[in-house]
């Protein structure tokens, strides 16, 4: 369900934007966290020239996320920038590839952004542990 006058109905609703730089080690666990969000939405991954092999990381998951990679170690607002750039969704989720988020936050964003009549932006609570 999407607002109307919201664009192409065809965009998902939400994309995950994560930046990656030498933390390759927590990347698979934060990828397998947004992988079991339902409803509509895109992963895309930013290698910022990161000495790992995030390509081959992303690759494990056969798809499911765009990769795309600077070419130089741009930093993080760069980064996130690109992503940006990248997304196709209604709303934008930045997600750092050393966290994780909780199964469901894809539903629970969704249903406060009909309750809310799609509002330009959604804040929500981070643990931090």
């Not at 996320?65 to 980064?79: D, K, M």
Request: hydrophobic content about 35%; overall charge negative.
């Amino acid at each position: 369900m999407h607002k109307k006058g919201c664009g192409d109905m065809n965009k998902p609703m939400f994309s995950f934007v994560v930046p990656v730089y030498g933390t390759e080690e927590y990347l698979p666990r934060c990828l397998d966290s947004l992988f079991v969000q339902t409803g509509d939405y895109e992963v895309i991954v930013v290698d910022d020239c990161s000495p790992g092999d995030v390509k081959g990381i992303c690759e494990r998951y056969q798809g499911k996320c765009r990769y795309v990679r600077h070419e130089i170690n741009r930093g993080l607002l760069q980064a996130r920038l690109t992503g940006l750039h990248l997304a196709s969704g209604i709303y934008v989720i930045p997600v750092d590839s050393d966290d994780y988020v909780l199964p469901k936050l894809t539903d629970f964003l969704e249903k406060a952004v009909i309750d809310h009549d799609f509002p330009d932006v959604v804040s929500y609570w981070v643990e931090h542990q």
